[in-house]
């Protein structure tokens, strides 16, 4: 078995958009999933990309995804980079790939002179919080995680 990870182009908009679907089903989140397929092409490979993505294959195979951009530490004074998600099909769930896409992810941190790798992982996911704690990542209970969405948004801006 031969693992490979390689950045998505927009050819693979399509697959990228399936793993996401896939991703919000597992989290059983999917009726939040209200992306619209080009405009998600135009935010990941247009002329001002948002984010990036890296396929995770097997034998040449897609079977997962990360999808990650910068954010920045104010403290350390350097760009970090922060993993929006993570997600491995679950055929191919133990071949190693998910760690392989992590390590990629954390050797483009230390070549862009970023600070730390960071995420969030649903508190009922048991298998990925014991995974990732494998890898040596720790939980930061002590931040609550803040969101202004929607009408809120609206009202805020307003």
């Avoid at 693979?12 to 080009?38: C, G, M, N, Q, T």
């Avoid at 995770?56 to 897609?62: F, I, K, N, P, T």
């Avoid at 679950?90 to 790939?97: D, I, S, V």
């Amino acid at each position: 078995m031969t693992l490979s990870i390689r950045p998505a182009t927009r050819a693979d908009l399509p697959l990228i958009a399936s793993l996401i679907r896939e991703l919000a089903d597992y989290e059983k989140l999917a009726h939040e999933v209200r992306f619209d397929e080009a405009a998600l092409g135009e935010r990941l490979f247009g002329a001002r990309p948002y984010a990036e993505v890296l396929i995770g294959e097997v034998d040449g195979v897609a079977e997962g995804f990360a999808l990650f951009f910068h954010n920045f530490s104010t403290f350390e004074g350097k760009p970090g980079v922060y993993l929006e998600d993570l997600y491995v099909r679950p055929q191919a769930r133990g071949a190693g790939l998910g760690k392989l896409m992590l390590k990629e992810l954390a050797r483009l941190a230390l070549e862009r002179d970023c600070a730390r790798l960071e995420w969030w992982v649903l508190d009922w996911n048991a298998p990925a919080i014991g995974f990732y704690r494998k890898l040596g990542a720790r939980p930061m209970d002590e931040w609550t995680t803040m969101r202004v969405d929607g009408a809120a948004l609206a009202e805020l801006a307003a």
